[in-house]
């Protein structure tokens, strides 16, 4: 896991607050993508990301969510208005480029909603 | 949906080989077997991928028959910290659905003393 790094580790919010989640991908990596783990659940993709394109999204709620991987910068993924139920764990990965390349995950951001 | 199939849990005595089965009857021709595991409380690690050739590397070794219908996962000398969850993902090379991973329910294996 070393390389992708994802901060805050851990985040507390009360419902109808924003969060923000950060990932700076692994060096030389392009490729971003966000996956959301609740409580005693499996890993869920949430959306692929390359510099300034949103790739696939097809795993990210309707309202609420969003992300970015803009030219500069780390990748952001977005909960506004947050309830009880985004609570999760939420991990970021990179890989070189798309299909074909290993994709290396970070340690993860844990998200409380109180 | 993923598309493997893995026993829900299995034990292991410290030591010894742990052989992890993973079922992928419907691999296409451009689809590679991936593992990873997830220790509680981390993120997902990365172990070894292969296409249809035996894989080894410094983690594990990956068998994967010859129709690629299925594979195992070899860790040769389990340790307590292999207690983890493995996930056994087939991902498409090139094209398709831009590599993402899916993950199943994995396979729990508990590493005993």
């Known amino acids: 896991n070393a390389g992708v790094m994802q901060n805050p580790r851990h985040l507390v919010r009360r419902r109808g607050q924003e969060a923000r989640l950060r990932c700076s991908p692994m060096k030389g990596h392009s490729h971003v993508y966000w996956y959301r783990q609740l409580p005693e659940e499996g890993l869920k993709f949430m959306v692929y990301l390359q510099k300034e394109n949103i790739i696939d999204e097809s795993g990210m709620p309707k309202e609420r969510f969003s992300a970015e991987f803009p030219k500069e910068g780390p990748s952001i993924l977005r909960i506004q208005q947050v309830v009880r139920g985004d609570s999760a764990a939420y991990f970021c990965?990179?890989?070189?480029?798309?299909?074909?390349?290993?994709?290396?995950f970070g340690e993860g951001s844990w998200l409380t909603v109180v | 949906d993923a598309k493997t199939t893995q026993p829900p849990s299995m034990d292991c005595a410290e030591g010894r080989a742990a052989n992890l089965p993973c079922n992928h009857s419907t691999i296409s021709g451009n689809e590679y077997v991936y593992w990873y595991r997830q220790i509680h409380s981390q993120g997902p690690q990365y172990i070894i991928h292969?296409?249809?050739n035996n894989e080894t590397n410094e983690m594990a070794s990956l068998i994967i028959t010859e129709d690629r219908k299925s594979s195992t996962l070899i860790l040769p000398h389990a340790t307590l910290r292999d207690t983890a969850v493995y996930y056994c993902?087939?991902?498409?090379?090139?094209?398709?659905?831009?590599?993402?991973?899916?993950f199943g329910k994995g396979t729990k294996l508990s590493v005993k003393p």
């Open positions: 990965a990179s890989s070189p480029k798309g299909s074909g390349n290993t994709i290396y």
């Open positions: 993902i087939v991902r498409v090379a090139v094209g398709g659905s831009q590599g993402n991973l899916i």
């Open positions: 292969g296409l249809k």
